[in-house]
């Protein structure tokens, strides 16, 4: 079963960047769609980012122009980087295995105005 452990996150002014990982387990990484999550304190999880197995992505209305989901196969890992940072993008982010649901433990990133 793949294992997903996420990186990256901190405190960051607003307008600031960071850059979030998620090291994936196992031998199958490159057949996955991975997603970035969030949970906004006192709201309901939602999707931030997804890439294909292609590399097509898909991103939140909300984060268009600001994040870019990458993903590195031969390092079975996915990238979430995020630049203009605002107060909103504060939550706890997590990656997830799209096909089997699988999820990371999370990371912090509060933003600060």
């Known amino acids: 079963q793949v294992q997903l452990v996420e990186s990256g996150g901190g405190m960051v002014q607003a307008g600031g960047s960071l850059r979030l990982s998620c090291a994936a387990s196992g031998s199958r990484f490159n057949i996955l769609t991975m997603g970035w999550y969030r949970r906004a304190p006192g709201k309901q999880r939602e999707l931030v980012a997804r890439?294909?197995?292609?590399?097509?992505?898909t991103n939140a209305d909300s984060v268009k122009g600001r994040f870019t989901i990458s993903r590195d196969n031969a390092k079975n890992t996915v990238y979430l980087q995020m630049n203009s940072l605002k107060p909103e993008d504060t939550g706890v982010y997590y990656c997830?295995?799209?096909?089997?649901?699988?999820w990371g433990q999370g990371t912090q990133v509060t933003v600060s105005s």
């Open positions: 890439i294909s197995t292609g590399g097509s992505t």
């Open positions: 997830k295995v799209e096909d089997f649901a699988v």
